[in-house]
């Protein structure tokens, strides 16, 4: 079993700054790759940024130098977040997070419920 609980969206002005967290918990043997992703109203859901277990990034090219994802692992948490900095408008989405690895001995891709981000002019 695995438990996700997304955390950190709301409405921000144009900008502003919001921290996304992301906990995963349960029966997880291991994580290969911690990310978010998002999908605007009419869009495809898309890359926002990931982590992997070894700790090396990959972000969308528009995000960099505005996002910045990180992670905390000790202690068996398994927690991304995602700093969110001069947010714009056309970032407002529903943010996901995801993690694939492996969980009872099975490979997973694992989703959560999405929190919503919203950024207003």
């Known amino acids: 079993q695995v438990q996700m609980v997304e955390s950190g969206g709301g409405l921000v002005q144009a900008g502003g700054s919001l921290r996304l967290s992301c906990a995963v918990s349960g029966n997880i043997f291991s994580i290969n790759v911690m990310g978010w992703y998002r999908q605007a109203t009419g869009n495809q859901r898309e890359l926002v940024a990931s982590?992997?277990?070894?700790?090396?990034?990959?972000?969308a090219d528009s995000l960099k130098g505005r996002f910045t994802i990180s992670r905390d692992i000790a202690n068996a948490k398994n927690t991304v977040y995602l700093q969110m900095n001069s947010l714009k408008p056309e970032d407002t989405s529903v943010y996901y997070c995801?993690?694939?690895?492996?969980?009872?001995?099975?490979?997973?891709?694992?989703w959560g419920q999405g929190t919503q981000v919203t950024v207003s002019s």
């Open positions: 982590i992997t277990r070894g700790g090396s990034t990959n972000y």
């Open positions: 995801n993690f694939k690895g492996s969980v009872g001995g099975q490979y997973v891709d694992y």
